[in-house]
């Protein structure tokens, strides 16, 4: 997807297991993009549990990564 921040960035939907409530996020991250690309190459990889982190930067933005 193209967003305001630049282009080439995917969109994760994802759901919180402790809390049941969805959320979404842009990522422009080579290595989290390279994941979902390998999950989408199986025939069985949509949906897949896997444990995502957030890490506040500068201040006030945040960057997620899978663990």
């Known amino acids: 997807m193209t967003t305001s921040h ?3 960035r995917y969109l994760v939907s994802f ?3 402790q809390t049941g409530e969805w ?19 199986r025939e069985d990889g949509f949906p897949f ?4 982190q957030s890490e ?9 990564k899978f663990t």
Request: glycine share 8%; hydrophobic share 35%.
């Open 6 to 8: 630049g282009e080439d």
């Open 49 to 52: 549990e896997i444990v995502i």
């Open 23 to 41: 959320g979404k996020f842009f990522t422009s991250s080579e290595e989290m993009k390279n994941i979902l690309d390998q999950v989408s190459d």
């Open 56 to 64: 506040v930067f500068d201040g006030n933005k945040v960057k997620y």
């Open 15 to 17: 759901r919180d297991a």
